[in-house]
């Protein structure tokens, strides 16, 4: 027998929590809007969160004849669409320019990764806290995830919103805005995370000795592992939550622990991703939606940081920028976004399913003192595909030193409501469950 | 003063044909990214820097065994440290290390015994401090500082501390390393756009252009010998490792495969260059024979 924690005391065995998850999965009792499944170009969004800030500059939007405190010490490189160049960091994806199309007009309110990323996650600043740990008015929003679990619920135990990565934070405070806020728990993100020794973890359960959902591969093993949670539980050690029902209830199903199985792809396509956490994690993400997981974050490291904890190190390059991207950075996202573009569009995917790759903000234009850049939230680059949009664009424009937009200012919300629109979340749906993000379709785009 | 006796001399090394297949061994295999590498003096260690379980270290490996990956610093300090480079006796290693503080991080170099122990500061932040190369005689560090504004090259003498600086512009300039004689120093600089590999005497003068194209040329090496000198190029599309003359003439491609190759390092005989590379997925460290 299983006992259930503080949320209530209702003892259960190990089959009845099974079924108690897989109906919190299914979900019973859904308003009428819900009962209208949405219809749009994207039938899938992998959302790749690029945390800590990546440079306009020294990505999509050089500028080399900006003075030289300012531009970028790579060479620059032409892609398929005329005229336009990225940073020689990214000679796969100039390749591909004709199958993405690029924002690069992005700007947020804050240069506080916190505040920005909450901007970033939800469309909204409301509730956000930054390093000065106060909060902005309003009630937090739901993350993007959230709003489309709201909608789009899935059928057949899977979550519809899984985000492969950590939780985030910068320096040891979390950030408002990963979750489902008013939406409540069934709509929080279910937690997957790419181990480079032991494989996907499920964050929700700890399955202890090493234990990851594909090595769960006989039924003596999953037992021992089940009956060690139950032990767990039983002590009272945590509660018996809706995400670790539904953890419980997946590591139960074949497919399921199947589909977390990245030993499941040849060597040579892990490869082609990259043996990087970001790109094994860009892999997972794409049998997520072969599975069609309406909703997959990314997160590229937890921190913020390039150099501290948390797998590949963030975005925030305050020093050491030039080396971090020649080394690390610069060719793992190339190798990754392109793979993962390739890969969706061999399996017929990239029509239904949305790529957006972004950060909470870019980085200051003018180099700092620490062969570095500083946050810079004024301007920034966003990176869309697939799920029918129109490829090869450029959408708005940066000034001489991608200091600020040019023409076609464009904002979080924007893309946040572009994300709903290609879902086919309408604005009279977002509205009637609070979740409108403001923003404006990026209309050019579709 | 350090004898420069090779018994092996580059004339009798076979440079490849660019575009040639490499031919190399795997050293390495357990995954992790890996950078900054450096051949101990006796030609028995490999040091280099390693990203492992969210922490970057600095680590060696003996390069017969190879798969026994051990970290260098002993205790293993719990901040980031990278970019190590022996002495030419074998005695010591000087690293960066990053002494975290809030959102940020402090640069510093530090020198370590080889053996792990007693590691110590021997030239403190001031701003951002990187690349530190030992001088043949041991008694200077060459190494790369923000202090001026960008990164520059400077020299430092152990027992002073007297810092000289030697180049001066607004390009960044890095990577330094050192021609076993001590007179010269390679290094890149993206003076002139992007990144190019040049050379200068150690005092800074009589600076040349040893590289001129347009695509990222880094991490220049010294062979033993002083008359070769490897580095990384992005020039095929990705980056590969290439072999030039110390004049810049006479290029020969020495990797040729589609991932990223990246941080040559020769042995003490100039027989065979070592380097990193994701060509098999994982970023491990391989060694090139350049044996006839």
Redesign the interface.
């Known amino acids: 027998m299983l006992t259930l924690g503080a949320k209530t005391s209702i003892p259960v065995s190990r089959r009845g929590a099974i079924q108690i998850g897989a109906s919190a999965i299914l979900g019973m009792s859904w308003d009428r809007l819900l009962a209208q499944a949405p219809t749009g170009s994207a039938k899938s969004v992998i959302f790749l969160w690029l945390w800590g800030g990546p440079s306009q500059l020294d990505t999509f939007d050089p500028k080399p004849n900006a003075p030289s405190e300012f531009r970028s010490p790579f060479a620059n490189i032409p892609t398929k669409i005329p005229g336009v160049h990225f940073t020689e960091l990214f000679p796969m994806l100039a390749h591909r320019s004709d199958h993405f199309s690029l924002l690069r007009s992005m700007h947020t309110q804050s240069n506080d990764h916190g505040v920005a990323g909450t901007i970033g996650l939800t469309g909204s600043i409301a509730g956000a806290v930054g390093l000065d740990g106060n909060p902005r008015p309003g009630q937090a929003r739901p993350t993007l995830g959230s709003t489309v679990a709201k909608v789009r619920r899935m059928q057949g135990g899977l979550p519809s919103f899984l985000v492969v990565g950590g939780k985030l934070h910068q320096g040891k405070k979390p950030i408002i805005g990963e979750n489902s806020g008013f939406l409540g728990a069934s709509c929080d993100p279910f937690r997957l995370e790419f181990d480079e020794e032991k494989g996907t973890r499920v964050n929700a359960l700890d399955l202890g000795q090493g234990l990851t959902p594909e090595r769960l591969d006989d039924r003596q093993r999953l037992a021992g592992a089940l009956d060690d949670i139950e032990r767990k539980l039983q002590k009272g050690a945590s509660p018996w939550t809706e995400q670790m029902q539904q953890a419980y209830a997946l590591l139960l199903r074949p497919e399921s622990r199947k589909m977390f199985d990245l030993g499941q792809e040849t060597p040579a396509m892990r490869d082609r991703y990259g043996r990087t956490r970001f790109g094994q994690s860009c892999l997972l993400a794409r049998r997520l939606v072969e599975k069609k997981v309406p909703f997959v974050q990314v997160n590229w490291s937890d921190h913020v940081e390039a150099e501290e904890d948390a797998g590949d190190g963030g975005w925030d390059h305050h020093y050491r920028n030039f080396q971090i991207m020649v080394d690390r950075h610069g060719p793992w996202l190339d190798r990754s976004i392109s793979t993962l573009l390739d890969d969706l569009r061999d399996r017929g995917l990239l029509e239904s399913t949305l790529v957006v790759a972004v950060g909470e903000f870019g980085r200051t234009p003018k180099i700092n003192e620490k062969a570095g850049r500083d946050h810079w939230e004024h301007c920034y680059c966003a990176l869309v595909a697939g799920g029918g949009i129109k490829p090869g664009r450029v959408i708005g424009t940066s000034d001489a030193r991608a200091e600020r937009p040019a023409e076609r200012p464009l904002t979080p919300a924007d893309l946040g409501a572009t994300i709903h629109q290609a879902l086919g979340i309408t604005s009279e749906q977002s509205q009637s469950f609070g979740l409108a993000t403001g923003g404006e379709v990026i209309g050019e785009l579709f | 003063m350090v004898a420069f006796c090779l018994a092996w001399s580059l004339a009798q090394v076979v440079m490849p044909q660019t575009g040639q297949e490499e031919k190399a061994r795997q050293i390495t295999s357990d995954?992790?990214?890996k950078?900054h590498l450096s051949w101990s003096p006796d030609g028995k260690k490999l040091l280099f820097t390693r990203?492992h379980?969210?922490?970057?270290e600095l680590c060696s490996v003996d390069q017969l065994q190879g798969s026994k990956v051990e970290p260098l610093v002993q205790p293993p300090p719990n901040t980031?440290h990278f970019d190590g480079s022996w002495s030419l006796d074998g005695k010591q290693i000087a690293y960066v290390h990053?002494i975290?503080q809030?959102?940020?991080?402090k640069?510093q170099i530090n020198i370590v015994n080889a053996d792990g122990t007693q590691p110590k500061v021997v030239i403190p932040h001031k701003?951002?401090e990187?690349s530190p190369r030992f001088t043949p005689d041991g008694q200077k560090l060459l190494w790369v500082s923000?202090r001026d504004?960008?990164?520059e090259i400077y020299s430092f003498e152990i027992t002073s501390a007297k810092v000289t600086r030697l180049t001066q512009n607004?390009?960044?300039d890095?990577n330094p390393n050192i021609r076993r004689d001590g007179q010269r120093v390679v290094f890149s600089s993206?003076r002139y756009?992007?990144?190019e590999i040049l050379s200068m005497n150690m005092d800074g003068s009589d600076t040349k252009r040893l590289t001129n194209h347009?695509?990222?040329d880094?991490w220049p090496s010294f062979s033993p010998d002083g008359g070769k000198i490897a580095f990384t190029s992005?020039r095929t599309?990705?980056?590969n490792i290439f072999v030039m003359d110390e004049n810049g003439g006479n290029l020969a491609q020495i990797t040729n495969n589609r991932g990223?190759n990246?941080f040559a390092a020769w042995n003490p005989s100039g027989e065979e260059i070592a380097y990193i590379s994701?060509k098999?997925?994982?970023?491990e460290i391989y060694i090139h024979s350049l044996r006839k």
């Open positions: 995954g992790s990214f950078s990203i379980k969210g922490k970057m980031p990053d975290l809030g959102t940020d991080g640069l701003a951002f990187e923000t504004g960008n990164q607004p390009g960044f890095n993206s756009g992007n990144f347009g695509s990222l880094i992005n599309g990705n980056y990223v990246n994701n098999n997925g994982a970023y």
